[in-house]
Protein backbone atom coordinates (compact mmCIF):
# COMPACT_ATOMS: atom_id res chain seq x y z
CA UNK A 1 0.00 0.00 0.00
CA UNK A 2 1.24 3.43 -0.73
CA UNK A 3 2.79 5.34 2.08
CA UNK A 4 2.16 9.07 0.54
CA UNK A 5 -0.40 11.13 2.71
CA UNK A 6 -2.51 14.13 1.22
CA UNK A 7 -3.18 17.27 3.29
CA UNK A 8 -5.99 19.88 2.12
CA UNK A 9 -6.15 23.22 3.43
CA UNK A 10 -9.47 24.76 2.86
CA UNK A 11 -9.25 28.92 3.01
CA UNK A 12 -11.69 31.55 2.18
CA UNK A 13 -9.90 32.72 -0.61
CA UNK A 14 -8.02 29.34 -2.08
CA UNK A 15 -7.71 25.54 -1.59
CA UNK A 16 -4.53 23.86 -1.20
CA UNK A 17 -4.09 20.51 -2.53
CA UNK A 18 -0.94 18.25 -1.43
CA UNK A 19 0.97 14.97 -2.43
CA UNK A 20 3.55 14.11 0.09
CA UNK A 21 5.69 11.08 1.21
CA UNK A 22 6.74 9.83 3.94
CA UNK A 23 9.16 11.99 4.56
CA UNK A 24 7.48 15.05 4.27
CA UNK A 25 8.70 15.78 0.91
CA UNK A 26 5.83 17.36 -1.25
CA UNK A 27 5.22 14.97 -4.49
CA UNK A 28 2.07 17.09 -6.00
CA UNK A 29 0.72 20.33 -5.34
CA UNK A 30 -2.35 22.12 -6.66
CA UNK A 31 -3.64 25.66 -5.30
CA UNK A 32 -7.15 26.89 -7.04
CA UNK A 33 -8.96 29.73 -6.28
CA UNK A 34 -12.54 29.57 -3.82
CA UNK A 35 -14.42 31.10 -6.74
CA UNK A 36 -17.92 29.38 -6.05
CA UNK A 37 -17.89 28.98 -2.44
CA UNK A 38 -20.89 26.37 -2.79
CA UNK A 39 -19.51 23.40 -0.72
CA UNK A 40 -20.85 20.93 -3.20
CA UNK A 41 -18.89 22.44 -6.03
CA UNK A 42 -16.23 22.87 -4.22
CA UNK A 43 -16.04 19.36 -2.51
CA UNK A 44 -16.73 18.09 -6.30
CA UNK A 45 -13.53 20.20 -7.56
CA UNK A 46 -11.37 18.84 -4.52
CA UNK A 47 -12.08 14.92 -5.75
CA UNK A 48 -11.32 15.31 -9.10
CA UNK A 49 -8.42 16.70 -8.18
CA UNK A 50 -7.60 13.98 -5.53
CA UNK A 51 -8.22 11.14 -8.49
CA UNK A 52 -4.94 12.54 -10.17
CA UNK A 53 -2.99 11.96 -7.31
CA UNK A 54 -2.83 7.87 -7.74
CA UNK A 55 -2.72 5.85 -4.84
CA UNK A 56 -2.34 7.29 -1.32
CA UNK A 57 -2.51 5.58 2.10
CA UNK A 58 -5.05 8.81 4.02
CA UNK A 59 -6.32 12.44 3.44
CA UNK A 60 -6.07 15.26 6.35
CA UNK A 61 -8.17 18.57 6.23
CA UNK A 62 -7.28 21.73 7.74
CA UNK A 63 -10.07 24.47 7.62
CA UNK A 64 -10.80 27.32 10.11
CA UNK A 65 -13.35 27.34 11.93
CA UNK A 66 -15.36 25.29 14.52
CA UNK A 67 -14.28 21.94 14.06
CA UNK A 68 -15.61 18.70 15.63
CA UNK A 69 -12.60 17.10 14.93
CA UNK A 70 -14.03 13.90 16.16
CA UNK A 71 -16.95 13.42 14.06
CA UNK A 72 -14.95 15.12 10.69
CA UNK A 73 -17.77 18.07 10.50
CA UNK A 74 -16.76 21.93 10.09
CA UNK A 75 -19.11 22.95 12.44
CA UNK A 76 -18.98 26.83 11.40
CA UNK A 77 -16.10 28.79 9.41
CA UNK A 78 -16.06 32.27 9.52
CA UNK A 79 -14.20 32.57 6.12
CA UNK A 80 -17.28 30.14 4.57
CA UNK A 81 -20.05 31.46 6.66
CA UNK A 82 -21.96 29.18 3.79
CA UNK A 83 -20.48 26.31 5.20
CA UNK A 84 -22.59 24.58 8.41
CA UNK A 85 -22.53 21.11 9.44
CA UNK A 86 -20.61 19.66 6.54
CA UNK A 87 -19.28 16.41 7.00
CA UNK A 88 -16.02 15.82 5.29
CA UNK A 89 -15.01 12.83 6.47
CA UNK A 90 -17.80 11.07 5.78
CA UNK A 91 -17.88 12.47 2.18
CA UNK A 92 -14.30 11.74 1.73
CA UNK A 93 -14.61 8.34 3.06
CA UNK A 94 -17.63 7.52 1.05
CA UNK A 95 -16.52 8.66 -1.98
CA UNK A 96 -12.64 7.51 -1.75
CA UNK A 97 -12.55 4.61 0.36
CA UNK A 98 -9.52 6.07 2.24
CA UNK A 99 -9.39 7.27 5.89
CA UNK A 100 -9.92 11.15 6.07
CA UNK A 101 -9.59 12.72 9.12
CA UNK A 102 -11.04 16.94 9.79
CA UNK A 103 -9.25 19.71 12.29
CA UNK A 104 -9.23 22.92 12.71
CA UNK A 105 -6.10 25.09 10.16
CA UNK A 106 -4.15 26.40 12.52
CA UNK A 107 -4.15 23.16 15.01
CA UNK A 108 -2.80 21.27 11.68
CA UNK A 109 -0.69 23.95 11.10
CA UNK A 110 0.86 23.35 14.73
CA UNK A 111 1.08 19.76 14.22
CA UNK A 112 3.36 20.52 11.12
CA UNK A 113 5.53 23.10 12.44
CA UNK A 114 5.79 20.73 16.02
CA UNK A 115 7.25 18.05 12.93
CA UNK A 116 8.98 20.36 10.58
CA UNK A 117 10.11 23.24 12.65
CA UNK A 118 10.42 21.39 16.00
CA UNK A 119 11.90 17.98 14.55
CA UNK A 120 9.39 16.01 17.26
CA UNK A 121 12.33 17.60 20.24
CA UNK A 122 10.67 21.09 20.82
CA UNK A 123 7.63 19.12 22.84
CA UNK A 124 5.78 22.15 24.23
CA UNK A 125 5.28 24.23 20.46
CA UNK A 126 2.35 27.79 20.10
CA UNK A 127 1.68 28.29 16.46
CA UNK A 128 0.13 31.15 15.27
CA UNK A 129 -1.01 31.84 11.85
CA UNK A 130 -0.85 35.41 11.10
CA UNK A 131 -3.61 36.09 7.98
CA UNK A 132 -6.76 37.69 7.35
CA UNK A 133 -7.82 36.28 10.93
CA UNK A 134 -5.47 35.30 13.30
CA UNK A 135 -5.47 31.66 14.40
CA UNK A 136 -3.24 29.24 17.16
CA UNK A 137 -2.64 25.49 17.72
CA UNK A 138 -1.28 23.87 21.00
CA UNK A 139 0.96 20.85 21.29
CA UNK A 140 1.44 20.03 24.75
CA UNK A 141 3.98 17.34 25.62
CA UNK A 142 4.60 15.99 21.83
CA UNK A 143 0.53 15.81 21.71
CA UNK A 144 -1.92 18.27 19.94
CA UNK A 145 -4.25 20.04 22.27
CA UNK A 146 -7.59 20.67 21.31
CA UNK A 147 -9.57 20.75 24.58
CA UNK A 148 -12.81 19.42 25.95
CA UNK A 149 -14.76 20.74 23.16
CA UNK A 150 -12.32 20.99 20.04
CA UNK A 151 -12.41 24.54 20.64
CA UNK A 152 -8.79 25.16 22.16
CA UNK A 153 -6.37 27.33 20.14
CA UNK A 154 -7.93 30.69 19.82
CA UNK A 155 -5.67 32.87 20.23
CA UNK A 156 -6.82 35.47 18.04
CA UNK A 157 -9.38 36.12 20.49
CA UNK A 158 -7.90 36.73 23.79
CA UNK A 159 -8.96 39.92 24.67
CA UNK A 160 -6.18 42.59 24.92
CA UNK A 161 -8.23 45.69 25.73
CA UNK A 162 -12.27 45.26 26.88
CA UNK A 163 -12.69 48.61 25.19
CA UNK A 164 -10.85 48.02 22.14
CA UNK A 165 -12.22 47.81 18.51
CA UNK A 166 -14.74 45.44 17.39
CA UNK A 167 -13.64 41.82 16.45
CA UNK A 168 -15.12 39.92 13.42
CA UNK A 169 -16.09 37.90 16.26
CA UNK A 170 -18.16 40.30 17.93
CA UNK A 171 -16.35 40.49 20.86
CA UNK A 172 -14.25 44.15 21.85
CA UNK A 173 -10.76 43.87 21.91
CA UNK A 174 -9.52 40.83 20.72
CA UNK A 175 -6.09 40.46 19.09
CA UNK A 176 -7.27 39.28 15.50
CA UNK A 177 -8.90 42.93 16.21
CA UNK A 178 -5.61 44.40 16.27
CA UNK A 179 -3.31 42.82 13.78
CA UNK A 180 -5.97 40.45 11.74
CA UNK A 181 -6.49 42.18 8.02
CA UNK A 182 -8.72 44.78 9.41
CA UNK A 183 -6.52 45.84 12.25
CA UNK A 184 -3.53 46.55 9.82
CA UNK A 185 -5.27 48.50 7.85
CA UNK A 186 -6.41 50.40 10.38
CA UNK A 187 -2.83 50.97 11.68
CA UNK A 188 -1.36 51.38 8.37
CA UNK A 189 -4.21 54.07 7.98
CA UNK A 190 -3.32 55.71 11.23
CA UNK A 191 0.27 56.06 9.53
CA UNK A 192 -0.95 58.03 6.27
CA UNK A 193 -1.34 55.24 4.11
CA UNK A 194 -4.29 54.18 1.66
CA UNK A 195 -6.22 51.25 1.49
CA UNK A 196 -4.08 50.74 -1.56
CA UNK A 197 -0.58 50.25 0.66
CA UNK A 198 -2.63 48.90 3.68
CA UNK A 199 -2.11 45.72 1.81
CA UNK A 200 0.40 43.73 4.34
CA UNK A 201 2.76 43.06 1.12
CA UNK A 202 2.77 46.28 -0.42
CA UNK A 203 3.43 47.72 3.37
CA UNK A 204 6.22 45.36 4.02
CA UNK A 205 8.27 46.74 0.55
CA UNK A 206 7.52 50.43 1.76
CA UNK A 207 9.00 49.42 5.03
CA UNK A 208 12.46 47.46 3.86
CA UNK A 209 12.68 50.65 1.47
CA UNK A 210 13.25 52.67 4.55
CA UNK A 211 9.70 54.52 4.74
CA UNK A 212 9.36 55.63 8.28
CA UNK A 213 5.87 55.54 8.15
CA UNK A 214 5.56 51.61 7.31
CA UNK A 215 8.24 51.19 9.55
CA UNK A 216 6.12 52.62 12.71
CA UNK A 217 3.16 50.78 11.20
CA UNK A 218 4.79 47.29 11.77
CA UNK A 219 6.16 48.38 15.21
CA UNK A 220 2.72 49.06 16.42
CA UNK A 221 1.56 45.14 14.76
CA UNK A 222 5.03 43.90 16.54
CA UNK A 223 3.69 45.53 19.92
CA UNK A 224 0.44 44.13 20.16
CA UNK A 225 1.62 40.77 19.34
CA UNK A 226 3.85 41.04 21.62
CA UNK A 227 1.05 41.70 24.28
CA UNK A 228 -0.22 38.46 23.05
CA UNK A 229 2.65 36.55 23.29
CA UNK A 230 3.09 37.57 26.86
CA UNK A 231 0.07 35.98 28.00
CA UNK A 232 0.70 32.82 25.92
CA UNK A 233 4.55 32.31 27.45
CA UNK A 234 2.65 33.01 30.89
CA UNK A 235 0.57 30.46 30.36
CA UNK A 236 2.24 27.59 28.94
CA UNK A 237 5.69 28.14 28.91
CA UNK A 238 6.40 27.07 25.68
CA UNK A 239 9.93 25.43 24.12
CA UNK A 240 8.66 27.35 20.57
CA UNK A 241 6.75 29.73 19.26
CA UNK A 242 6.21 29.89 15.17
CA UNK A 243 4.42 32.17 13.31
CA UNK A 244 2.73 31.05 9.76
CA UNK A 245 0.49 33.03 7.36
CA UNK A 246 0.93 35.90 4.86
CA UNK A 247 2.18 38.34 8.13
CA UNK A 248 4.87 35.59 9.39
CA UNK A 249 6.59 36.33 5.77
CA UNK A 250 7.71 39.98 7.28
CA UNK A 251 8.29 38.90 10.66
CA UNK A 252 11.82 40.46 10.18
CA UNK A 253 10.49 43.86 10.43
CA UNK A 254 8.35 42.67 13.71
CA UNK A 255 11.24 40.67 15.18
CA UNK A 256 12.74 43.81 17.23
CA UNK A 257 9.75 45.50 18.41
CA UNK A 258 8.53 42.19 19.08
CA UNK A 259 11.38 41.32 21.64
CA UNK A 260 11.87 44.41 22.81
CA UNK A 261 8.40 44.73 24.18
CA UNK A 262 8.12 41.66 25.45
CA UNK A 263 11.53 41.82 27.65
CA UNK A 264 9.64 44.70 29.47
CA UNK A 265 7.15 42.44 30.68
CA UNK A 266 7.87 38.54 30.34
CA UNK A 267 9.73 36.53 33.69
CA UNK A 268 12.85 36.20 32.43
CA UNK A 269 13.49 32.19 33.03
CA UNK A 270 10.55 31.47 30.10
CA UNK A 271 11.68 34.24 27.91
CA UNK A 272 14.96 33.01 27.49
CA UNK A 273 13.99 29.43 26.99
CA UNK A 274 11.50 30.07 24.21
CA UNK A 275 12.68 30.16 20.77
CA UNK A 276 10.45 32.34 18.23
CA UNK A 277 10.59 32.57 14.88
CA UNK A 278 8.67 32.00 12.02
CA UNK A 279 8.47 28.92 10.38
CA UNK A 280 10.52 27.64 7.59
CA UNK A 281 7.62 25.78 5.88
CA UNK A 282 4.82 29.05 6.52
CA UNK A 283 3.59 28.26 2.58
CA UNK A 284 2.32 24.65 3.15
CA UNK A 285 2.38 24.65 6.85
CA UNK A 286 -1.23 23.90 7.40
CA UNK A 287 -1.66 20.89 4.43
CA UNK A 288 1.52 19.50 5.57
CA UNK A 289 0.30 19.09 8.95
CA UNK A 290 -3.23 17.91 8.37
CA UNK A 291 -1.45 15.14 5.76
CA UNK A 292 1.00 13.90 9.01
CA UNK A 293 -1.78 14.35 11.36
CA UNK A 294 -3.98 11.72 9.12
CA UNK A 295 -1.16 9.18 9.91
CA UNK A 296 -1.18 9.28 13.25
Known sequence: ????????????????????NKKGKIIKRIEFPMINKQYKNVLEK??????????????????AGDINSKKGIIRYSPNIPEWKNINL???FEKKLKVKTIVDNDANCAAYGSFVLDGKRKNKNLITLTLGTGIGGGIVIDGKLYRGSTGSAGEIGHITI????????CGN?????????KKGRISIAKSMGFNKHVSD?????????NGNKN????????????AVGLHNIIH????????????VSNSFDLLKDTLMKELNKFTFKTPLKHVKIRKSNYSKDLGAIGAAYLSRE
Open 214 to 225: AIAAFSKIAFYL
Open 89 to 91: KKY
Open 235 to 246: IFNPDMITFSGG
Open 161 to 168: NPNGPKCS
Open 46 to 63: ILLNLKTFGKFKSIGIGS
Open 1 to 20: MSENLVGIDIGGTKILIILI
Open 172 to 180: PGCLEAYIG
Open 200 to 208: TKILTEYAR
